[in-house]
């Protein structure tokens, strides 16, 4: 019986090993870019189209997302990688592509359906066009006078953009939602804000769907979500048409570039500092070195909930440091001479929500309050698509909710699945993975159910506020150490901790463990049978 690999390094060394033979003798592809990630680039490709009403290009979504699905799936199937990094994202954004596709193609039209808050100039409005606006768009949309006829859709769910038929002939190809862009265009002053559907512009409509793909919790977009997130300041809310945004904060929620660059760096500095610890320390136990937790021996006391913290602390910090490198980057002192309104300080608030989330609401408040909600707007329009659309299941009806929660469980299940079964260690996705996403649901209805009777029979409001928080919260810890286990074994198996997070290493270095902790073959140019499959292809991470 072989002598399994004891170090970190042995382990990696079989990973190379392993992959170069799998690759030789054909098992599996190297995941060459741009090569293997065209799905990314077809969406954006499809939705750069210019503004058109043609029937063609709209029923053109279907067979696009088909081979999308098709290009990801093979992906994920075919390729992989020595990195644990790599190879867990190989799986985790192949899987992701599929669903954001679907969001922005099948369960709502990325077309026609979003608008994204714009600062502009007021145009200049010529005769025709005033006495076009004020006989075709007042009553409909957002009257000149500010007033409307029917109402229209809240921030949620997205709005309807207005569709101008028969513009004036003055000038065709004006962009006419700009127009309104204030209660009243003839006397705003010359910078307004408005929702801008998609430009007719190509410049114009690049930065626009760029943002759209990649915008993911959709700040300043109508489907911005207003969980972890800030609504529009009070200067460029009270300048917009409907739909309203949420109401503004206070000015003093809305932090300078100065003040978020600074709070950034600091927590960005606390987070390397407390990653390098965690890394060291997982160091001290093989079983973070793919080793069973069943076989391997720990040099921490209570091993079983020792290693559930480390692990939780680990996936928390590597995540909140990739967080925080946005505001670092695009939201500094300097970044609004290069990069304008994508630099604004409230389109970065924090991904994680406060913990005080969790003994309000228990695991509901973990999940949907406290933890990040990057992924959490495809999520509800898959939701909404099925329970709503499909099963016509009223939003906030018990039966509603509860479909829509398992459906967005489900889904990060299948999207941490996916990234088990292409990581390079071992894993098991459906018994692991999967499953501790597919039992939140069970735990979060039984939960609320609970609730729900025991203000019903009038027994909530005679237990103490303290208590029913210190409840939840207990609730919360026992959930986790008998669920969590599973999604920490497949971290470890997989050999997810076994990448270096920073370049240096304060903590390994002053004992003598070495500084400097990357090195070794990063990229390689790879040559395919054809021309198109060649391309890089990245190997250490």
Same mark, same amino acid.
């Given at each position: 019986?072989?002598?399994?690999?004891?170090?970190?390094?042995?382990?990696?060394?079989?990973?190379?090993?392993?992959?170069?033979?799998?690759i030789n003798n054909g098992e599996y592809h190297?995941?060459?870019?741009?090569?293997?990630?065209?799905?990314?680039?077809?969406?954006?490709?499809?939705?750069?189209?210019?503004?058109?009403?043609?029937?063609?290009?709209?029923?053109?979504?279907?067979?696009?997302?088909?081979?999308?699905?098709?290009?990801?799936?093979?992906?994920?199937?075919?390729c992989r990688s020595p990195a644990v990094t790599?190879?867990?994202?190989?799986?985790?954004? /192949?899987?992701?592509?599929?669903?954001?596709?679907?969001?922005?193609?099948?369960?709502?039209?990325?077309?026609?359906?979003?608008?994204?808050?714009?600062?502009?100039?007021?145009?200049?409005?010529?005769?025709?066009?005033?006495?076009?606006?004020?006989? /075709?768009?007042?009553?409909?949309?957002?009257?000149?006078?500010?007033?409307?006829?029917?109402?229209?859709?809240?921030?949620?769910?997205?709005?309807?953009?207005?569709?101008?038929?028969?513009?004036?002939?003055?000038?065709?190809?004006?962009?006419?939602?700009?127009?309104?862009?204030?209660?009243?265009?003839?006397?705003?002053?010359?910078?307004?804000?408005?929702?801008?559907?998609?430009?007719t512009s190509f410049l114009h409509r690049l930065?626009?769907?760029?943002?759209?793909?990649? /915008?993911?919790?959709?700040?300043?977009?109508?489907?911005?979500?207003?969980?972890?997130?800030?609504?529009?300041?009070?200067?460029?809310?009270?300048?917009?048409?409907?739909?309203?945004?949420?109401?503004?904060?206070?000015?003093?929620?809305?932090?300078?570039?100065?003040?978020?660059?600074?709070?950034?760096?600091?927590?960005?500095?606390?987070?390397?500092?407390?990653?390098?610890?965690?890394?060291?320390?997982?160091?001290?136990?093989?079983?973070?070195?793919?080793?069973?937790?069943?076989?391997?021996?720990?040099?921490?006391?209570?091993?079983?909930?020792?290693?559930?913290?480390?692990?939780?602390?680990?996936?928390?910090?590597?995540?909140? /440091?990739?967080?925080?490198?946005?505001?670092?980057?695009?939201?500094?002192?300097?970044?609004?001479?290069?990069?304008?309104?994508?630099?604004?300080?409230?389109?970065?608030?924090?991904?994680?929500?406060?913990?005080?989330?969790?003994?309000?609401?228990?695991?509901?408040?973990?999940?949907?309050?406290?933890?990040?909600?990057?992924?959490?707007?495809?999520?509800?329009?898959?939701?909404?698509?099925?329970?709503?659309?499909?099963?016509?299941?009223?939003?906030?009806?018990?039966?509603?909710?509860?479909?829509?929660?398992?459906?967005?469980?489900?889904?990060?299940?299948?999207?941490?699945?996916?990234?088990?079964?292409?990581?390079?260690?071992?894993?098991?996705?459906?018994?692991?993975?999967?499953?501790?996403?597919?039992?939140?649901?069970?735990?979060?209805?039984?939960?609320?159910?609970?609730?729900?009777?025991?203000?019903?029979?009038?027994?909530?409001?005679?237990?103490?506020?303290?208590?029913?928080?210190?409840?939840?919260?207990?609730?919360?810890?026992?959930?986790?150490?008998?669920?969590?286990?599973?999604?920490?074994?497949?971290?470890?198996?997989?050999?997810?901790?076994?990448?270096?997070?920073?370049?240096?290493?304060?903590?390994?270095?002053?004992?003598?463990?070495?500084?400097?902790?990357?090195?070794?073959?990063?990229?390689?140019?790879?040559?395919?049978?054809?021309?198109?499959?060649?391309?890089?292809?990245?190997?250490?991470?």
């Amino acid at each position: 019986m072989a002598v399994p690999p004891v170090s970190a390094r042995e382990v990696l060394e079989k990973f190379h090993a392993d992959y170069h033979a799998a690759i030789n003798n054909g098992e599996y592809h190297p995941f060459v870019w741009p090569y293997r990630a065209l799905g990314p680039y077809l969406l954006i490709f499809y939705l750069l189209l210019p503004p058109t009403q043609s029937r063609l290009v709209h029923l053109a979504r279907y067979p696009l997302f088909a081979l999308i699905s098709y290009l990801s799936i093979s992906a994920i199937r075919d390729c992989r990688s020595p990195a644990v990094t790599v190879g867990y994202g190989i799986g985790l954004l /192949n899987a992701w592509t599929i669903l954001w596709s679907a969001t922005l193609l099948l369960f709502t039209d990325g077309r026609r359906d979003y608008m994204r808050i714009e600062r502009q100039e007021r145009p200049y409005i010529t005769p025709s066009k005033e006495s076009y606006l004020i006989e /075709n768009i007042q009553g409909e949309t957002t009257a000149l006078d500010g007033s409307t006829k029917d109402g229209l859709k809240s921030l949620h769910p997205m709005a309807e953009i207005p569709q101008v038929d028969n513009p004036p002939d003055d000038d065709p190809t004006v962009d006419y939602p700009e127009v309104f862009a204030t209660q009243d265009p003839l006397s705003a002053p010359n910078e307004v804000y408005t929702w801008q559907p998609l430009p007719t512009s190509f410049l114009h409509r690049l930065d626009y769907i760029l943002d759209l793909v990649t /915008n993911f919790r959709g700040l300043r977009w109508t489907h911005q979500s207003p969980l972890n997130t800030l609504p529009p300041p009070a200067h460029i809310r009270s300048s917009l048409p409907a739909p309203s945004p949420p109401p503004s904060l206070p000015s003093s929620a809305y932090p300078t570039h100065r003040t978020l660059f600074t709070r950034s760096l600091f927590s960005f500095l606390l987070c390397s500092l407390t990653l390098d610890t965690l890394k060291y320390l997982t160091s001290l136990d093989p079983y973070f070195h793919t080793h069973p937790r069943s076989t391997t021996p720990s040099p921490f006391p209570w091993p079983r909930t020792t290693r559930l913290i480390l692990s939780l602390l680990f996936v928390y910090t590597s995540l909140l /440091n990739i967080f925080l490198l946005a505001p670092l980057l695009l939201s500094n002192p300097l970044s609004p001479r290069l990069l304008g309104p994508h630099a604004s300080s409230w389109l970065y608030p924090p991904y994680f929500g406060p913990l005080s989330d969790i003994a309000d609401k228990g695991l509901a408040g973990l999940w949907g309050g406290w933890w990040h909600q990057l992924f959490r707007y495809a999520f509800e329009a898959a939701g909404d698509f099925l329970a709503g659309t499909l099963l016509h299941l009223p939003k906030k009806s018990p039966p509603g909710a509860a479909v829509r929660v398992t459906i967005a469980f489900f889904l990060s299940g299948t999207l941490h699945a996916c990234a088990s079964y292409t990581i390079p260690g071992r894993s098991s996705p459906l018994s692991k993975s999967w499953a501790f996403f597919a039992v939140q649901p069970v735990g979060i209805i039984a939960q609320r159910a609970l609730s729900m009777w025991l203000k019903k029979e009038g027994y909530r409001e005679a237990i103490p506020r303290w208590m029913r928080r210190a409840g939840n919260v207990g609730v919360v810890v026992a959930w986790c150490l008998w669920c969590g286990p599973w999604i920490a074994d497949e971290f470890a198996g997989g050999g997810i901790w076994l990448y270096e997070p920073l370049p240096v290493s304060l903590v390994r270095g002053v004992r003598s463990e070495g500084w400097w902790r990357w090195g070794g073959e990063w990229v390689r140019w790879y040559l395919g049978d054809r021309w198109w499959r060649s391309g890089l292809v990245f190997l250490g991470g």
